[in-house]
């Protein structure tokens, strides 16, 4: 089993775009909130979250905040339709024909997810019934926690999490899975390193043969 990443790791994540949760919580709130740090690897309720706590707004607008996230993105696609990273569809392939089941641990909501990866040519790939993503938890540490439990019922033994930022190496080691760090998100390969992931590659295409024998080992255990 490969639980993938979405932003940064599958599908890129172009300069340029609006910063769609901070203006859903500017929307609802009828407020002005300064731009934000690095939100990688947090889960959509977790961002949304903290930026209703952290400018005093009423709880009550997180469900309707994320309804609007999920809206604004919509409408940016359909402006600005994503791309998948570099050799991301022949790799989903690729794994496809050698029998391992391509699945989601993304910090998304799961329409937000649909969205980007249809756009970007993904979407049937990936399997939905071994998809975890953040609207299942607050933070992806237990996000990674609730996809262990379940794929355990399912008796998926061997799991390789693959993702673009620290929090994806966090949240493996928090759930026992092996982590494959891709640096085509928005961290470096020397910042990702310093959480010594199991696998480090540049992307999906220069790193893709030792991806393979890595997966490879994994799953023969």
Known sequence: MILWDVDGTLVEVGRGRDDKHRRAVEILGACVIPKQSRQGGKTDVQIISELVHGNNLNLGIIPEALKLLDQLTIEEIEQQPLQATENALS??????????????????????????????????????KFSFDGQEALDRLQLSRGASESLLQFGMGSVVIVGDTPLDIQASRFAGFACVAVATGSFSLDELAKYDPDLLIEDLSIGFNNLISFIEKRFRV
């Open 91 to 128: 790799a989903l392939s690729e794994f496809s024909k050698r029998g391992w089941i391509n699945g989601l641990l993304t910090g998304n909501t799961r329409a937000r997810a649909k969205m980007k990866l249809e756009s970007a040519g993904l979407l049937e790939e990936i399997s939905e």
